[in-house]
Each structure stands twice: as C-alpha cells, then as structure tokens.
C-alpha cells in the first residue's frame, strides 16, 4: 500500500503542476485573446458597446481581477467541465472542438500506433529468432525510415501517391462535396475516413515501425540466450514453441510498457502529420490555437494531453506494481 499511495501521491503532485503551468504560460505570453477577439468583431461589425466590451473580457479573462482570483476561477470552470469560450470559432466552447477534434485523432493514430507496434514486435521477435541470416537485413532498412523525419516522409507520400499518381487525396479527413453536412454513420462515409486516413496512417506506420522492430529483435537475442531456452530446446521442444511461449513472451515486456506509454500520446496526435494531410484532429487544433492566440482553446488542448500521458503512465505504474514485486521495492 505505501507504494501505490507514493505513485498515487506523486501523479496527483504532478497533474496540480502541470494545470497550473497550463494557466500561466499562456498568460505569459504577448497578446490579450479579448482584445484579439475585440478588434475581430470591429472590422467585421463596426463599434461596439461599453456593455459587450466588458462581457467580453469578463469572458475571455481580460478583466481587472487578479492573477489569484484568475486562478481560483479556472479551477472552478475546470472542475464543472467548462474550459471556456474558443476566439477562433467565437462564441462555440472549447469543449465542443476538442470533442470534434479526439475522434480523428484517436482513431488514427491510434490504430497506426497498434499496427507499427503489432507489425515491430512480431518482425522482430522473428528477425532476433533467425540473427545473423538474410532477415538481419530489415534492421537498417527500417531504421533509416526511423530516421527520417516523419513529416518529410509525409510530404514525400503526397507528392507520389496523391500528386503524381492521384491515387490518395491531398487534405481532410472525409470528401466534404459527398458529406456537406459533415459526419455520419454511415459505410459510404466510414470508407471516405478510411481513404483519406490511408496515407497519414501509413506516415505513421512507417516512421515507427522500426523502433519497436529493433527494441523487440534486441531483447529477442538477449532472451534466447537465458538458461530456460537452453533448457527447453534441451528437452526436444519444437522450435516454434520455445518461440511463442517462452522467448517471444519475455522479450515482449519491455516493449508492451513502451506500448502502454506511448498510447498516452496518441491523444496528442502527430502535429506535424496533421497539418500537412490538413487531418481535422487534435494535432491540427492546436496549431490553430497557437497562431490565434486562442489561450482557451490551447490550454483546453494541452491539459487533454496533459491527462491523457499522466494517465498512461499511472496505469503502467500500477500493473508494473502487480506484475513485478521489485518495482513495489525499489521505491
């Protein structure tokens, strides 16, 4: 018990930390997002009245109450769920766009995560099983897409498959003539997602593959020379065998916690990813957030990841504690 009330202890210390930091940097930085939003609405609608003026800063927390007043308001509209009023997309909330926003992200990323990890792990148990045959020869061939960054090979994608083949769309994340009204339950529009996904997922797949393959075929030639898998191959077990149960399931566990972290940061997306696919996820929100000036809608986006990571790695924590006692020690 004192080691799960520590982790517990210290990710509650760490969440405090990290939303406080969320509620000062953007206020640290130049520009006012009322005054922002205040000289949109003018160039769009002429002069405005002393009565919108100030609701406007009462709303967006350009009014004259004090940083610790501030606060404590944020933590308060925070704990009921309202992250407040997004200048972008004035007046929708921050809560309505991030929710839009998760799907496409989570989806995405989140099965290309599964797919790089399922795809790694099992070339590289096989390639670590077969070392120093032809198979040795995938190692660097991944890794040099490893190295290369992901938004070049993004870039890289689009001018072959979607420029000069015309194979792939460009941008968005669905055919918007075919779906005006936007999303939909529907096949037709389950499969335009998954056409247009196609490339960034493959972006994502390609560039991470071989992180996994090399850290799985590393602990697979560590694992096959432990007593136990002498001792199994000693017995007469068939090969195949001593590679699923004994050296695959050990080598694995390593990189199923490398897996469990790394799903925290799907929430996060791949910025980059999405703003050259012009993808409508989280990723692609929050650069708009950034160069708008939006300080509501990037610390709505920053604290969604923000949980999502610390949530992650409190899980991994925990089954660590369950799986392996010298963890529970060791603190």
Do not use: C
């Not at 940097?25 to 769009?44: C, E, F, N, S, V």
């Not at 061939?141 to 890289?156: G, N």
């Amino acid at each position: 018990m004192k080691f799960y009330a520590r982790r517990i202890a210290f990710y509650v210390v760490t969440l405090w930390a990290t939303i406080s930091l969320n509620f000062l940097l953007p206020r640290l930085l130049p520009g006012d997002p009322a005054d922002i939003l205040l000289a949109k609405m003018q160039r769009a609608g002429g002069e405005l009245t002393e009565t919108t003026v100030r609701n406007i800063k009462a709303l967006l927390g350009g009014d004259s109450s004090s940083m610790w007043e501030q606060y404590v308001a944020y933590w308060g509209r925070m704990l009921q769920g309202d992250l407040g009023v997004s200048v972008t997309k004035y007046p929708t909330p921050v809560t309505e766009l991030i929710a839009a926003a998760l799907p496409w992200t989570v989806i995405l990323v989140g099965l290309a995560t599964v797919i790089s990890f399922v795809l790694g792990v099992g070339i590289g148990a096989w390639v670590g099983w077969r070392r120093g045959t032809w198979v040795d020869h995938l190692v660097p061939f991944t890794t040099v897409l490893q190295s290369i960054p992901y938004f070049w090979l993004a870039l890289v994608l689009v001018a072959i498959f979607s420029v000069a083949l015309g194979i792939f769309p460009i941008f968005g994340g669905y055919d918007v003539w075919a779906f005006p009204d936007g999303p939909e339950w529907s096949w037709d529009f389950i499969g335009s997602a998954i056409y247009h996904g196609f490339l960034p997922a493959l972006t994502i797949v390609l560039s991470s593959v071989g992180g996994w393959l090399l850290g799985m075929r590393n602990m697979m030639v560590s694992t096959v020379s432990e007593d136990y898998i002498v001792t199994a191959e000693a017995k007469g077990l068939k090969p195949m065998r001593i590679l699923r149960t004994y050296a695959t399931r050990n080598a694995a566990i390593p990189s199923i916690a490398g897996f469990s972290i790394s799903l925290g940061f799907v929430v996060a997306g791949s910025i980059v990813m999405e703003q050259v696919f012009t993808y409508p996820g989280i990723g692609k929100l929050m650069i708009q957030s950034v160069q708008n000036s939006d300080y509501a809608l990037m610390q709505g986006v920053f604290l969604v990841i923000t949980v999502a990571v610390l949530a992650a790695n409190f899980i991994m924590d925990i089954v660590y504690g369950f799986i392996d006692p010298r963890a529970r020690h060791n603190v």
